[in-house]
């Protein structure tokens, strides 16, 4: 049995849709340029007042590495997700050799 691919049905996109898109990549993208300094800042804050609070000299510097850490993940993260609603996703039947259920050959 030959496999036809079936007519997508093509919804035309409102400027509204397309608007609202913007502002929510604008907002992630706004998020992620913050992300990176203010987790460093807050480990440098947790840093310091563990350095006073303990009278340790290296607490400091090893909250400022902290934040650094955990903003990187945060924004590899969102990177990564963003990067998956992105891409077009494979659906069955849709002509890759994905999950076509045929199981002739």
Known sequence: MPFNRPIP??????KLASGIGAVV???KAMQMALMLPSAVFIGW??????DHHFHQSWMEI???VLGAVSGLV?????VISAE???RPA??????TGKGSGNSEP
Do not use: H
């Not at 804050?45 to 563990?50: F, I, K, N, R, V």
């Open 74 to 78: 945060y924004i590899v993260r969102t």
């Open 84 to 86: 998956k609603n992105s």
């Open 9 to 14: 049905e093509t919804k035309p996109t409102g």
């Open 45 to 50: 804050l947790a840093g310091a007042w563990a």
């Open 62 to 64: 090893s909250g400022v």
């Open 25 to 27: 990549e604008a907002e």
């Open 90 to 95: 494979a659906k069955p039947g849709d002509g």
